[in-house]
């Protein structure tokens, strides 16, 4: 974690911002792989809890000057993205990473990267890796209206490699034949809204892609049941700690006294990962693979609870 100083805002799109992070003594800043992100403390929620929110970074990452990000404001959510949106040039702001989920596969013969609105951040940082190392590459960019954040930029990067539309239905019917012949070894990356990224898992599979071969950058997952409460014994110390309805099972731990790292507490950054012992886990994140939901044996407590009344954490 580290303090950086806001050295640009630029308005991209009504309501994208874009918030340029340099070291406080202009120095280089740490390097990253494509689809990196880095946790941005954002102020404090309604509960009194630290409001940390994860950002794709945009710009090249070899010993970059400075880090870019893109924030698109959101009214309804939890009051990041507005603070965000408050920054002025010169204001100190707490940062942690990069870090990456969302990397490449460098063995891939073919790329084909699938972005939905503010979700081109991601892409954007995978496109202008792909380029600047000659690897095969294509994107395909659907925004409200065709002008979405970014588009500039992706132009610039990709020439005649990039398609845009301005729907969804546009964009299904020019992705539809294109993952069905492209070449063995490809690898398709997609980030933009839930439904838009289920849309493109599901056409996916149906033309044959194995799960493998098909990644995604997740937002976080936005607001979730409150869920029954239940007890986590910790095997430990042998604590009982009680996780009312509407309580994380990582605040319950934290105002117990219990230390568990954490970043995003939005189920995407894999920070506060927590082996389990017994019980079974109603896993709600977006960080786990399938085959580790289905083992069972961890689970992320800050979106995840019990799915009966009790859980064995190794705490
Ligand atoms: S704090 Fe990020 S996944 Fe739990």
Request: charged content about 20%; proline content about 5%; glycine content about 12%.
């Amino acid at each position: 974690m580290r303090m950086l100083v806001v050295d640009a805002v630029t308005d991209l799109t009504d309501g994208v911002r874009q918030i340029g992070l340099t070291a406080p003594d202009g120095g280089s800043l740490q390097s990253f792989t494509p689809g990196s992100h880095v946790v941005v403390s954002c102020g404090i929620d309604r509960q009194g809890h630290a409001r940390r929110n994860a950002y794709s970074l945009t710009g090249a990452g070899i010993v970059p000057d400075a880090y870019s990000i893109s924030v698109r404001r959101c009214d309804a959510g939890r009051g990041g993205s507005l603070w965000m949106h408050g920054l002025s040039v010169g204001e100190s702001v707490e940062v942690t990473g990069p870090r990456s989920g969302f990397a490449p596969v460098l063995t891939a013969r073919h790329h084909v990267l699938v972005a939905g609105g503010i979700g081109v951040a991601p892409i954007l940082s995978h496109a202008r890796a792909a380029a600047r190392w000659g690897r095969s590459f294509e994107v395909h960019y659907v925004s409200r209206g065709g002008d979405g954040p970014h588009l500039a930029d992706l132009a610039a990067v990709c020439a005649e490699r990039l398609t845009t539309y301005r729907d969804a239905e546009a964009l299904w019917t020019a992705l539809g034949p294109a993952l069905l012949d492209r070449p063995l070894g490809s690898h398709l990356y997609t980030c933009g809204p839930a439904s838009l990224m289920e849309e493109v898992d599901r056409r996916a599979s149906s033309a044959g892609w194995p799960g493998a071969r098909i990644h995604h950058e997740h937002f976080g997952i936005g607001d979730l049941e409150p869920g029954r409460p239940f007890v986590a014994r910790l095997s430990r110390s042998g604590l009982d700690v009680e996780v009312p309805s509407g309580t994380s099972l990582l605040d319950a731990l934290v105002r117990r006294g219990v230390s568990v790292p954490n970043l995003c507490r939005q189920g995407v950054c894999g920070e506060c990962r927590t082996p389990v012992v017994g019980g079974v886990v109603e896993h709600r994140d977006l960080y786990l693979s399938d085959d580790e939901k289905m083992a069972g044996d961890c689970m992320m407590p800050c979106v995840s609870r019990a799915a009966g009344s009790r859980l064995e954490l190794e705490l």
